[in-house]
């Protein structure tokens, strides 16, 4: 999933929404709960990691999107702000996890590795 990051990122700055649905979803991203949320949103079946429950959800609130565009009949914005709860928490996730990520720390010897005198 790493070779998805980066599309994440475009995705989630592209992402241009009406701002009465933003700050409606910014209202609940305090109290999301991965959890419960997800598989009511992705479906049932074990919570996937942040990326990939990220790239899931972008791509069905490209769809709920759409159809708020579109004014189809089925649209429902309760169902459009629950998703972007979960959009906007599970970014704030990623973000923690890159901030956190432990990095490897360079070879300031150049040397593969050291032997150990015992």
Known sequence: ???????????????????????????????????????????????????????????IERTQDAARRGGALTYRAADHVALLIAVMAEAELLAAQSRTAPTAQPNASGIPSLRVAT
Do not use: T
């Open 1 to 59: 999933m790493p070779d998805k990051l980066p599309e994440i990122h475009r995705a989630l700055a592209r992402l241009r929404r009406p701002p009465l649905l933003v700050r409606a979803a910014r209202f609940g991203v305090r109290a999301y709960r991965r959890d419960a949320a997800l598989p009511r949103l992705l479906g049932p079946g074990p919570v996937p990691p942040v990326p990939q429950a990220l790239a899931s959800l972008l791509e």
